[in-house]
């Protein structure tokens, strides 16, 4: 049943939280551990509406897995061993289980239709079909989105390896083309041009495997012989999910938060370049690195004295799920924000420049849509009612933005919040804030 999110203007917001496992290593930890041949174990997973998919999928190919504690123990016959599904794979709202799918099924050669919701389906996904047909996937997608129909491949028909250009940064079509080209008889480059999330290369470097990197955003992967071994893993806290309680603190009267075990990688950190850019009261601290991935520590405080700036280019790259949250801290700031290049947003879990500046102007953002982003003139919000689309990242935006608002704030569909980070509401009752749900009954 749909809900609404209540929230009420918040001042002192206070406390030290964990943000959830961090959904893009979530996504890539259970489908290496499903692809490796013996018992894995991942610390952290985040366990939540948008991984559930990759573990159904994964129990459908013969892989099994339990919960011990916190712990997710993954035992998989290896990929080379996994059985074709019997009936389509459901990947939910989640594009990155598609795409990442898509691209471990090519490397294991079975048949397979992935499919998804309403909102999934109108994902572009030529993007990753194309590249894999290249490859030598028997693959299509339906007038370029989903569904993704695999064929069976000939255990004699390798997949051929080669160069592959990006038209547009996207670590989900790169990691695509790295997972199948697992199985290909020669080395995969990708070439992007932009700097997305490396996950998957510094795992498969972790891994041991043969991972060149030279200057330039280009990665080349040489397939290994033989099946990959079994990984353990303890995964920092989601960025992401962290952004929404930093900027929560940011806009908050007399607000202080502090966030532990928080990953820190750079292609993950634009968020925090553009707040301090505005002037935010934050700090970070790196405290280690595990798997090559580095997480600290990060600090924010109430800063009154927000100001404007221009976002464009690789910033725009390196903070691609966080503009939701930087549009609600925008709208607090002094003076105009500008955002540049930033088309992809329109095809992400919502069309987050069209979603995003209409729902903030309902709540009485000065706000403008452009082709390539917006324009957010700063002064505040006024509160009101706003719809969250099936988009989690709007939900959780929107949320933050009743908290410095001058009124209260009502979410419409805010329940989405869980398929990324299911403790969002407690979290933010924890450091103080009146916020709650109530579900709202259909006609
Ligand atoms: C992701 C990559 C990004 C991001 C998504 C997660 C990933 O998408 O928006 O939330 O885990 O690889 P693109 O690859 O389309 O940029």
């Known amino acids: 049943m749909p809900r609404v999110i209540h929230v009420h203007p918040a001042r002192g917001l206070r406390g030290r939280l964990i943000p959830p496992g961090d959904k893009s ?17 991942l610390t952290r997973v985040l366990r939540a509406g948008v991984t559930e998919p990759m573990l159904r999928a994964l129990t459908a190919l013969g892989v099994t897995w339990r919960w011990d504690g916190d712990t997710l123990v993954v035992d998989s016959p290896g990929y080379q061993a996994w059985r074709a599904p ?5 990947c939910g709202h989640s594009g990155t289980t598609m795409r990442l799918l898509a691209g471990a099924l090519a490397a294991a050669g079975l048949p397979a239709v992935l499919d998804g919701s309403l909102g999934l389906r109108r994902r572009p996904m030529r993007r990753v079909t194309e590249p894999l047909r290249k490859m030598g996937v028997p693959i299509r997608d339906t007038d370029g989105h989903a569904p993704l129909i695999l064929d069976a491949r000939p255990p004699t028909q390798p997949l051929r390896g080669g160069v592959f250009r990006l038209p547009v940064a996207s670590a989900q079509v790169k990691t ?20 997305s999330r490396d996950h998957t290369e510094r795992l498969l470097a972790g891994w041991g495997l043969q991972v060149d990197r030279p200057a330039g955003h280009q990665v080349t ?40 075990d928080v990953g820190l990688n750079p292609t993950r950190t634009g968020l925090l370049d ?3 850019a505005m002037g935010a009261r934050l700090t970070v601290e790196p405290l280690g690195e595990r798997y090559g991935e580095p997480w600290g520590r990060i600090t924010a405080s109430y800063t009154p004295d927000l100001h404007g700036i221009t976002v464009r280019g690789d910033l725009v790259v390196r903070m691609i799920d966080e503009f939701p949250i930087f549009a609600v801290a925008a709208t607090f700031a002094h003076g105009p924000t500008y955002v540049h290049d930033a088309q992809e947003l329109r095809y992400k879990e919502s069309d987050r420049i069209a979603r995003l500046v209409h729902e903030l102007r309902a709540l009485g953002a000065a706000m403008n849509e452009r082709p390539d982003g917006f324009v957010a003139y700063g002064g505040g919000l006024r509160g009101g009612t706003a719809r ?33 980070y299911p403790s969002f509401l407690a979290d933010l009752q924890r450091l103080g804030a009146s916020v709650g749900e109530e579900e709202v009954p259909t006609a």
């Open 274 to 276: 553009a707040l301090r």
């Open 176 to 195: 695509a083309i790295l997972l199948a080209g697992l199985a290909a008889s020669e080395p995969v480059t990708v070439i992007e041009p932009g700097p």
């Open 388 to 420: 969250a689309h099936g988009d989690h990242r709007l939900a959780m935006a929107l949320t933050v933005a009743g908290l410095a608002a001058q009124g209260p704030v009502q979410v419409l569909g805010g329940e989405m919040y869980r398929e990324s």
């Open 86 to 90: 019997s009936a389509t794979l459901d």
């Open 25 to 41: 290593l979530s996504h890539r930890a259970l489908l290496l551990a499903g692809m490796a041949q013996g018992e894995s174990r």
């Open 221 to 260: 992967l040489t397939p290994p012989r033989g099946p990959l071994s079994p990984l353990a893993l303890r995964l920092p806290g989601d960025i992401s999910s962290a952004a929404f309680l930093i900027v929560a603190a940011l806009i908050t009267p007399d607000a202080h938060v502090v966030i532990e």
